[in-house]
């Protein structure tokens, strides 16, 4: 009997723990974004005191500056202004890897993560995860190409697990990888809860 109960305490720890962590982090998250933005307010908004307004807020002053910069006028100034950034010494080294990442990852036509994939580094017999994101810029390819029979040489991002945002970036020809059938979804999980996540996936095809 002692051990059901334990089993059965520790199995609703798995199932709450998850839900419980993610609403607070939700809820934290939401929170300091309304210190921040609901002073700004007008004395009649904050009066309502809705938990969240501060976040419609900034979602709809995100949509509106979306707007005025797709126009030709918000165009324009977004030019001005980036020109005067990065023409300032300190303030462009930030600015530009900064907009990289962003435009990358979810700007409109970004690369972001493609393809997972297995890479065999850092030598032979041993493989690491790793995701395509595009195909090699031109005056890598130039260097690297590796000949004329087709076979594409793309860019790989390694995370070092279980922090996906540090990591490097790899060349390799396409015909060095081993795909995976596996979605990103499934390789970033399995990478943050470092291989724990996933042992008892059977893969999709008879590979």
Do not use: C
């Amino acid at each position: 009997m002692r051990q059901r109960l334990r089993t059965y305490f520790l199995t609703g720890i798995v199932v709450a723990a998850p839900v419980l962590i993610t609403l607070y982090l939700i809820s934290s998250v939401i929170g300091a974004i309304d210190e921040l933005v609901t002073p700004l307010l007008p004395p009649e908004v904050r009066r309502i005191g809705v938990p969240g307004i501060g976040v419609a807020v900034v979602v709809i002053g995100l949509t509106l500056l979306g707007a005025v910069a797709a126009n030709v006028i918000g165009n324009w100034l977004l030019k001005i202004w980036e020109y005067l950034v990065n023409h300032t010494p300190v303030i462009r080294a930030i600015y530009r890897p900064v907009k990289q990442v962003f435009e990358t990852v979810i700007g409109p036509g970004g690369m972001s993560f493609r393809e997972v994939v297995l890479v065999e580094y850092p030598s032979d017999g041993r493989w690491v995860l790793g995701f395509v994101t595009a195909k090699a810029p031109a005056a890598v390819a130039a260097e690297l190409a590796p000949g004329d029979d087709g076979d594409e040489l793309v860019s790989v991002y390694l995370p070092t697990a279980p922090n996906l945002y540090a990591g490097f970036l790899l060349f390799q020809p396409r015909s060095r990888l081993k795909h995976l059938d596996m979605s990103v979804d499934e390789a970033v999980k399995l990478m943050v809860s470092a291989g724990i996540a996933g042992q008892g996936d059977k893969p999709k095809t008879g590979k």
